[in-house]
């Protein structure tokens, strides 16, 4: 659902468009990853193969790109999940789509929790999102802290990153739009982050939140409600 109105006649066009493109890239990319991935098995030159590693790393972004696009046309993705996965995998997923993955630390991620297939893909997407977010806005030297607890029959996700801060104002707006989602218009392409991180957790009925934290920095969480995990 991409909001709780009928969408207008220039909304429902502007959701077709995103639909069909981000369904004709996907195919290309798809194509592309699996060529690259064939590539990586049989080039026997190191110099060569990061650059393989490099374009199949740019290649895997433009998939999250698309798969983005039809997040805001109201789509799914196209790669199904038929297991429950841990979430420890999870994370480790979504990290391997960051190009800055080595400054995604994880620290205290309690053991047993598992993601119910369903939302395995959108959790790695979500989270990928925030994971982008706090290492491009901290420090190129500084680490994001990742951590997960249950609480009673949920989980609850910290990504904390120590950067330029957000404004009291501006923060309220962000945690809003977090919250509710916007109606889809071609400027929201140019925040597309924020809005996809929305629709995902309003798909799975996560909660999603930024606050301060410190001097400096800000802490995103993410409540996985009962549903998406097996207990």
Same mark, same amino acid.
């Given at each position: 659902?991409?909001?709780?109105?009928?969408?207008?006649?220039?909304?429902?066009?502007?959701?077709?468009?995103?639909?069909?493109?981000?369904?004709?890239?996907?195919?290309?990319?798809?194509?592309?990853?699996?060529?690259?991935?064939?590539?990586?098995?049989?080039?026997?030159?190191?110099?060569?193969?990061?650059?393989?590693?490099?374009?199949?790393?740019?290649?895997?972004?433009?998939?999250?790109?698309?798969?983005?696009?039809?997040?805001?046309?109201?789509?799914?993705?196209?790669?199904?999940?038929?297991?429950?996965?841990?979430?420890?995998?999870?994370?480790?997923?979504?990290?391997?789509?960051?190009?800055?993955?080595?400054?995604?630390?994880? %620290?205290?991620?309690d053991e047993g929790l598992v993601v119910v297939a369903p939302a395995v893909n959108?959790?790695?997407?979500?989270?990928?999102?925030?994971?982008?977010?706090?290492?491009?806005?901290?420090?190129?030297?500084?680490?994001?802290?990742?951590?997960?607890?249950?609480?009673?029959?949920?989980?609850?996700?910290?990504?904390?990153?120590?950067?330029?801060?957000?404004?009291?104002?501006?923060?309220?707006?962000?945690?809003?739009?977090?919250?509710?989602?916007?109606?889809?218009?071609?400027?929201?392409?140019?925040?597309?982050?924020?809005?996809?991180v929305s629709r995902l957790a309003q798909r799975h009925e996560m909660r999603v939140?930024?606050?301060?934290? %410190?001097?400096?920095?800000?802490?995103?969480?993410?409540?996985?409600?009962?549903?998406?995990?097996?207990?």
């Amino acid at each position: 659902m991409v909001s709780s109105a009928d969408p207008s006649a220039g909304e429902e066009e502007t959701i077709n468009m995103l639909f069909h493109l981000s369904r004709r890239s996907q195919a290309m990319v798809d194509r592309l990853i699996s060529c690259l991935d064939r590539m990586e098995q049989v080039e026997p030159d190191a110099d060569r193969m990061k650059d393989v590693f490099e374009l199949d790393f740019l290649a895997i972004r433009m998939r999250r790109n698309d798969e983005s696009l039809l997040v805001l046309a109201g789509g799914e993705s196209a790669r199904i999940r038929r297991e429950p996965v841990s979430l420890v995998d999870v994370l480790h997923g979504a990290r391997s789509e960051v190009e800055d993955f080595r400054r995604i630390e994880f %620290g205290v991620i309690d053991e047993g929790l598992v993601v119910v297939a369903p939302a395995v893909n959108d959790l790695v997407h979500l989270l990928a999102e925030l994971f982008d977010n706090a290492a491009a806005f901290s420090p190129p030297d500084s680490t994001v802290l990742v951590e997960a607890r249950r609480v009673a029959d949920r989980a609850v996700l910290l990504i904390e990153d120590r950067g330029i801060g957000i404004g009291a104002e501006r923060l309220r707006e962000l945690n809003h739009r977090l919250a509710h989602p916007s109606p889809v218009t071609a400027a929201m392409c140019r925040q597309m982050g924020i809005e996809v991180v929305s629709r995902l957790a309003q798909r799975h009925e996560m909660r999603v939140e930024l606050e301060p934290v %410190g001097d400096r920095g800000i802490a995103a969480s993410v409540v996985l409600p009962a549903h998406a995990l097996v207990n």
